[in-house]
């Protein structure tokens, strides 16, 4: 059971804008920065979102996040077929010490 | 260009302790901005954070492993390590050693290894 809570899926058709929200609390969420992973099948996880909203080089314009108190969220523009993949938010834990994924959300497109 | 490589057994027996070494190439383990972790991920399922040891030693271990994980670092070899004694079955995973961007409010991973798995089993 993990601390930052995300649906397990979302879909949308090629060209949609698919938004998946992270759900925490304020030793966590409220506390520090919040990053997103991108997982394809059989790959290991990336790099795609860090510091709440910002992209590392190579990473899509179509991709953004964004955090408000306790909660974040990646949107995904323009969605496109190699957008299929599991996205986990995750971020450091005061209480817990130490860092926490969200469940995961598969995202498919339709 | 930086890159990380796990190795070692994928097969280990329950009770028995898991060992892995990441051997990191492209950067300095010694670097002053970074620590190094790793992270698992059990058959179809999510993400959990094992730990992360900075080049001095300095560690910060998941709390519900605590007890049986330790992440030694060896600075000559630019590498380092993940043991996990007695392990179980629910150990089985996919393990991965990535480099972490530690600076709070930010900590990230930002670069992967490309994952070992490792079955525990008899």
């Known amino acids: 059971q993990s601390v930052l809570t995300q649906p397990p899926s979302a879909s949308g058709t090629p060209g949609q804008t698919v938004i998946i929200s992270c759900s925490g609390g304020?030793?966590?969420?409220?506390?520090?920065?919040v990053n997103w992973y991108q997982q394809p099948p059989g790959t290991a996880p990336k790099l795609l979102i860090y510091s709440n909203d910002l992209r590392p080089s190579g990473v899509p314009f179509g991709f953004s996040g964004s955090k408000s108190g306790t909660s974040a969220s990646l949107a995904i523009s323009g969605l496109q077929s190699e957008d299929e993949a599991h996205y986990y938010c995750a971020t450091w834990d005061d209480s817990l010490n130490g860092y926490v994924f969200g469940s995961g959300t598969e995202v498919t497109v339709l | 260009q930086l890159q990380l490589q796990e190795s070692g057994p994928g097969l280990v027996k329950p009770s028995e302790t898991l060992s892995l070494t990441c051997t990191v190439s492209?950067?300095?383990?010694?670097?002053?901005?970074?620590?190094w972790g790793w992270v698992r991920q059990p058959p179809g399922k999510g993400l959990e954070w094992i730990g992360s040891?900075?080049?001095?030693?300095?560690?910060h271990y998941n709390l519900s492993l605590k007890s049986r994980v330790t992440i030694p670092v060896d600075t000559p070899k630019n590498q380092f390590s993940l043991k996990l004694s007695s392990v179980t079955a629910s150990d089985t995973a996919v393990y991965y050693c990535?480099?972490?961007?530690?600076?709070?409010?930010?900590?990230?991973?930002?670069?992967w290894g490309q994952g070992t798995l490792v079955t525990v089993s008899s």
């Open positions: 304020s030793s966590n969420i409220g506390s520090n920065a």
């Open positions: 040891v900075y080049y001095n030693g300095n560690t």
């Open positions: 990535a480099r972490v961007r530690a600076s709070l409010p930010d900590w990230y991973f930002d670069y």
């Open positions: 492209g950067d300095s383990i010694r670097s002053s901005v970074y620590y």
